[in-house]
């Protein structure tokens, strides 16, 4: 089956400093990526939307320079937060998608991130 | 805007009961719907999905319902086992636009407990 793996499962980082995450898909090519934020007890917000090769589409009220997104490979993405403040601190999920959306998507296990 | 409702946060079953966990949507637009369950601190697993042509689908356990008139889908877990216990999202695809981005729409998601 379809395994994405993402790397941190956690972290915890000092207030102005940057994080990076990684998502990668094992055994398939992930034409698109997503990130996703949760806070507690809430669902799952998407933030942006990345293709191989391509800027990523953030969604509204995201900022781009602040949560910059690599899609070099089709089997590779990142977050970068930068200049983390406490407010930052989440839950963050990637997904693959191998095409469209009745193909499936996987999820990456998430990075639950603290800013202290 | 909160396009994908689950209105339940919570629902207690006992085993071997009937579990039925609820999402409204508002975007007649949506075209492709997928319910996920979630444990603390992982990604969502893929549990069923349903195209807006049917009505019902059916895996196992698992069925899903839905009513495009009223916007509404419905997950039946029959019968429940405690294992079944986590959170519940459903979720929605298809914006209609001129490029489908595949993008999901997340509820607030379902906790669900099931009693021994």
């Known amino acids: 089956g379809a395994v994405v793996s993402q790397h941190p499962s956690w972290v915890i980082c000092k207030s102005g400093t940057s994080v990076k995450i990684e998502c990668r898909s094992l055994?398939?090519?992930?034409?698109?990526m997503f990130w996703y934020r949760q806070f507690p007890k809430q669902s799952l917000m998407l933030m942006a939307t990345?293709?191989?090769?391509?800027?990523?589409?953030?969604e509204q009220g995201v900022e781009k320079d602040k949560f910059l997104i690599n899609h070099a490979s089709l089997t590779l993405s990142t977050l970068t937060v930068t200049s983390a403040h406490p407010e930052d601190s989440s839950f963050y999920i990637c997904?693959?998608?191998?095409?469209?959306?009745?193909?499936?998507?996987?999820f990456g296990s998430g990075t639950r991130l603290t800013v202290v | 805007d909160q396009q994908v409702k689950q209105n339940s946060p919570s629902l207690s079953v006992q085993e071997g009961r009937i579990s039925i966990l609820n999402c409204d949507y508002t975007?007649?637009?949506?075209?492709?719907f997928l319910w996920y369950k979630k444990y603390p601190a992982e990604g969502p697993t893929f549990l069923i999905s349903?195209?807006?042509?049917?009505d019902k689908n059916e895996d196992g356990r698992f069925t899903v319902f839905l009513n495009k008139s009223a916007k509404h889908l419905s997950l039946h877990i029959v019968p429940s086992q405690p294992g079944d216990s986590a959170v519940y999202f459903c979720?929605?695809?298809?914006?209609?636009?001129?490029?489908?981005?595949?993008?999901?729409?997340f509820g607030q998601g379902t906790t669900l407990q099931v009693k021994p």
């Open positions: 979720a929605a695809s298809g914006d209609g636009g001129s490029s489908n981005t595949g993008k999901l729409i």
């Open positions: 990345s293709n191989e090769g391509s800027k990523a589409t953030y």
């Open positions: 349903i195209s807006s042509i049917k």
């Open positions: 997904s693959a998608a191998r095409g469209a959306v009745n193909y499936g998507y996987t």
């Open positions: 975007n007649s637009m949506f075209d492709y």
């Open positions: 055994d398939f090519q992930a034409t698109t």
